[in-house]
């Protein structure tokens, strides 16, 4: 950790305060094993959602041989001063456990695997190229309905010497290449760090040109999480070639010897058109740094997105909501990729949604049918309650579109809540981790599965004075239950 407590300047022999120390890295609370699922599925600030360590100096105080009135009275203040912000600890811990929260509270350290990649020759001109997501969506997709795939371009001119170039991506994407394909010599893909390290294509390239990375995932599987790690399923550019490094980056296998030289680096948070090699050295606009300071706590020195984000998949769902480009109808046969390309069988995020309204699988609130189905079911889920919050207490969650018949979520969506139809199967979530279900029928449904909106994951989909609604309600079903299997003890 870059800091192993906040601390204050002491004002006077007898002002010693409390210093909550939270322990990540250093001391893991409950080491998970990683499994590759959780590169490809689970948002990194979800992953590993347990109890942070806290160690509590609640009496480091100095030998007194002495106490005064006036200290004695001062250290029962001090005293309750810490009673009381224990007692807010735990209830803050109890909220983050309860919330599914990201239990470290520094920046990740970044571990990805080791590669076995084509080195550039003398006679080669190495450009890297590095895209945290496109500002495009793909009409295709490399082998998951579940991943959000987008599209780069790059427009190849002349140099004086071939091009070797290599490819790196945070989310999954389609690099379509034009302009002088002859003077390209290699294409080396290093892969999706947030899905994997097959899933990215490359469209105008004759396949004999592109080379996939060997990437070493197994030694990544070993390793051991906590709630302070990342990990990625692709290979880092900067730990073989000479760029720019990126933050708090640890490799999973060994290091290699050397860093190749580079003649071009470009770097985009959201890419659209790469130019080799026209563009020249361009590094992201926003470069943020996460940093211990003065007083102790960890700050931001701007925005930190792609190689430098705090943990992994910074702003995935985000950035897959809107596209500068729109949506790019790609030959899925023109793919060169690890993965068997394919069409969507449901566009993702907003595409996806426009999708199933259109052919009716959904609908939306200005629906005669959506008005019906919520009215009945939010009387029905809110009768209850009546007796603790009012007479007139509804619970009107925001609900956005009413099920017809079975479906499957499109992937990337945000903060989407669904109202299953009365005797409607529940839609496969598709991975989605802030989309969640109500159901008309108010049915039961299997706990270790449960995607409904006031329960488990499913309250990620919610805001805060939903949710907070949400703990209102179980701590009154919670009072219910104790009070009934009081009276059956008597």
Not at 30 to 35: I, N, S
Not at 58 to 86: G, Q
Request: proline share 6%.
């Amino acid at each position: 950790m870059a800091s192993d407590h906040v601390n204050r300047t002491k004002k006077g022999p007898n002002t010693w305060l409390l210093r909550p120390v939270l322990h990540g890295r250093e001391k893991p609370c409950q080491p998970e094993p990683f499994t590759p699922d959780r590169i490809a599925e689970v948002p990194a600030s979800r992953q590993s959602a347990t109890w942070p360590c806290l160690k509590l100096d609640l009496f480091d105080l100095p030998p007194c041989a002495v106490a005064t009135i006036e200290e004695a009275s001062m250290r029962r203040k001090i005293v309750t001063r810490m009673v009381k912000l224990l007692v807010a600890v735990f209830v803050l811990l109890f909220a983050v456990c309860a919330e599914n929260a990201r239990a470290c509270m520094t920046p990740h350290v970044r571990t990805f695997p080791t590669c076995e990649i084509s080195a550039p020759h003398s006679g080669e001109r190495t450009t890297i190229v590095y895209a945290n997501s496109g500002n495009a969506l793909s009409s295709v997709t490399l082998g998951s309905d579940a991943i959000v795939t987008e599209v780069v371009d790059i427009e190849i001119g002349v140099a004086d010497k071939p091009h070797y170039i290599v490819l790196s991506s945070g989310k999954p994407i389609i690099w379509r290449f034009t302009g002088r394909i002859d003077a390209i010599s290699r294409v080396v893909v290093l892969g999706s760090q947030y899905n994997g390290a097959t899933r990215n294509g490359v469209v105008g390239v004759p396949r004999d040109r592109i080379i996939f990375a060997k990437t070493d995932i197994e030694k990544l599987k070993s390793r051991t999480s906590t709630d302070c790690d990342s990990f990625y399923g692709a290979c880092e550019a900067s730990a073989y070639f000479d760029i720019p490094k990126a933050d708090r980056m640890k490799l999973a296998g060994d290091a290699p010897s050397e860093r190749y030289g580079v003649d071009q680096f470009v770097e985009r948070l959201r890419g659209g058109v790469v130019r080799i090699p026209q563009d020249g050295w361009v590094e992201a606009e926003a470069r943020g740094r996460w940093q211990t300071t003065a007083d102790g706590f960890t700050a931001m020195s701007g925005p930190a997105l792609g190689r430098y984000e705090p943990f992994g998949r910074t702003g995935y769902v985000e950035t897959s909501q809107n596209y500068e480009r729109g949506l790019i109808k790609i030959d899925a046969t023109s793919i060169v990729s690890a993965e068997t390309a394919r069409d969507y069988s449901v566009l993702p995020a907003v595409e996806g949604i426009k999708q199933l309204l259109a052919d009716g699988t959904l609908v939306g609130p200005d629906d005669a049918r959506f008005k019906a189905a919520y009215d009945k079911w939010n009387e029905r889920i809110s009768r209850r309650y009546r007796s603790e919050f009012g007479p007139d207490f509804l619970f009107s969650y925001k609900v956005n579109y009413l099920t017809i018949r079975p479906m499957m979520l499109p992937a990337g969506l945000d903060h989407v809540a669904l109202l299953v139809g009365e005797g409607v199967e529940a839609p496969d979530m598709n991975r989605n981790f802030y989309a969640c279900l109500f159901f008309a029928d108010v049915r039961e449904v299997p706990a270790d599965r449960d995607p409904r909106c006031d329960a488990g994951i499913g309250s990620l989909a919610l805001s805060e004075p939903e949710r907070s609604l949400v703990r209102r309600a179980r701590s009154f079903d919670d009072r219910m239950r104790q009070a009934g299997q009081a009276g059956k003890d008597r």
